[in-house]
């Protein structure tokens, strides 16, 4: 024998529930009325219970209550932010470039400059990273460039404080070292390697624009500071 289904067994026994109902003295019905009364409360409690057994139709949305809203408004969308002033420089809105060197008391200097080329005002801070790599008499030439709080010309401390570049201004800082004169390999390849922005610049270098320095050699580097526009 197979399974009866659920919904069956709970008709009959509402029915049968129903058939017991004794109604009170003077409001008894003409048996056909209750007949008719009878098969309408177990149509009714039949229906019901198939309702409440059976699967919901795939995609179908529960019934909504009376007070219930049709639907939850969504937020309204908001743009990201765009970039400010104030923001760090981006490599890519920024243009470096690099002078001839050119003696300063008993130190060579070398001014890096940084133009701004984006549509926004972005800030420079401390001091960049600097190296340059090359080749003196066929070995590997590597100059680790260390910062200087200390201004070389005056020996007072420099101020370090952030930059802002607007649109088409710029900003610089310059490197120095002791000239090693005729012991640097001016005729050999050199790259100079400048971080700004969280990336790396680099730049390879014109032999005039070649640094005079071996690979024991010393250099310093102060912060950006602006460029005053005259």
């Given at each position: 024998?197979?399974?009866?289904?659920?919904?069956?067994?709970s008709?009959?026994?509402?029915?049968?529930?129903v058939?017991?109902?004794?109604?009170?003295?003077?409001?008894?019905?003409?048996?056909?009325?209750?007949?008719?009364?009878?098969?309408?409360?177990?149509?009714?409690?039949?229906?019901?219970?198939?309702?409440?057994?059976?699967?919901?139709?795939?995609?179908?949305?529960?019934?909504?209550?009376?007070?219930?809203?049709?639907?939850?408004?969504?937020?309204?969308?908001?743009?990201?932010?765009?970039?400010?002033?104030?923001?760090?420089?981006?490599?890519?809105?920024?243009?470096?470039?690099?002078?001839?060197?050119?003696?300063?008391?008993?130190?060579?200097?070398?001014?890096?400059?940084?133009t701004?080329?984006?549509?926004?005002?972005?800030?420079?801070?401390?001091?960049?990273?600097?190296?340059?790599?090359?080749?003196?008499?066929?070995?590997?030439?590597?100059?680790?460039?260390?910062?200087?709080?200390?201004?070389?010309?005056?020996?007072?401390?420099?101020?370090?404080?952030?930059?802002?570049?607007?649109?088409?201004?710029?900003?610089?800082t310059?490197?120095?070292?002791?000239?090693?004169?005729?012991?640097?390999?001016?005729?050999?390849?050199?790259?100079?390697?400048?971080?700004?922005?969280?990336?790396?610049?680099?730049?390879?270098?014109?032999?005039?624009?070649?640094?005079?320095v071996v690979?024991?050699?010393?250099?310093?580097?102060?912060?950006?500071?602006?460029?005053?526009?005259?």
């Open positions: 024998a197979g399974w009866t289904p659920l919904w069956l067994v008709a009959a026994t509402l029915a049968s529930t058939a017991a109902v004794r109604l009170p003295p003077g409001r008894r019905v003409a048996p056909a009325a209750g007949s008719v009364l009878g098969t309408v409360l177990l149509c009714v409690a039949a229906a019901q219970t198939v309702a409440q057994l059976l699967p919901a139709a795939p995609g179908a949305s529960p019934p909504l209550l009376a007070d219930e809203p049709e639907g939850t408004p969504e937020p309204p969308a908001v743009d990201a932010p765009g970039p400010t002033i104030g923001d760090l420089c981006h490599p890519d809105e920024l243009i470096l470039e690099t002078s001839v060197p050119e003696p300063a008391m008993s130190d060579v200097v070398a001014t890096l400059t940084l701004n080329e984006g549509e926004r005002t972005c800030r420079v801070e401390g001091f960049p990273t600097v190296s340059l790599i090359g080749q003196v008499e066929q070995d590997d030439l590597t100059l680790q460039v260390r910062v200087s709080e200390v201004d070389p010309a005056g020996g007072g401390p420099v101020e370090i404080e952030p930059v802002e570049i607007a649109p088409g201004d710029r900003a610089l310059q490197v120095w070292w002791p000239s090693w004169g005729a012991a640097a390999d001016l005729a050999s390849p050199q790259q100079l390697r400048i971080g700004v922005g969280g990336s790396t610049e680099v730049l390879d270098l014109p032999p005039e624009r070649r640094w005079d690979q024991s050699a010393e250099a310093w580097v102060g912060p950006w500071r602006p460029v005053e526009e005259g």
